[in-house]
């Protein structure tokens, strides 16, 4: 099996691959697919690489399966998806991207403003 790199970047430095008997529509479909999870206003600046592979054998049930490698800002998010046709596979990606890159963003904003500082630094005194 060879791995096929996609001429396009999806958005920013984030490059799809293909590994195995994926044709170019489907290879389209997930980079439209990533493109609309990851070019979002507000996100910090992506780059990574998602990989589609569809298993060669006939008798797999769910031969479609993607994996995603993606940092954004100074987090790494890791999706991964198997699915029984190329479509479902994108839907399924593009939800859980979407998901994965929410919280992370979320994550570093509730953080930072639930913390009160402790008394010693200016904080409310019990």
């Known amino acids: ?69 993606i940092r954004v800002g100074g987090e790494l998010v890791v999706v991964r998806a198997r699915e029984a ?3 479902e596979l994108a839907d399924r990606l593009q939800d859980r991207l979407r998901a994965r890159t929410d919280r992370t963003t979320h994550r570093e904003d509730a953080a930072r403003r639930a913390a009160t500082p402790p008394p010693w630094r200016g904080g409310p005194e019990r």
């Open 85 to 87: 046709s190329a479509r």
């Open 1 to 69: 099996m060879t791995v096929r790199d996609t001429d396009t970047q999806v958005t920013g430095a984030v490059r799809v691959r293909a590994e195995g008997d994926v044709d170019a529509d489907a290879l389209a479909y997930v980079r439209e697919k990533v493109g609309a999870a990851l070019e979002r206003p507000g996100l910090p600046p992506v780059s990574g690489e998602v990989r589609i592979t569809r298993a060669a054998a006939h008798h797999v049930e769910l031969p479609w399966a993607a994996g995603a490698e």
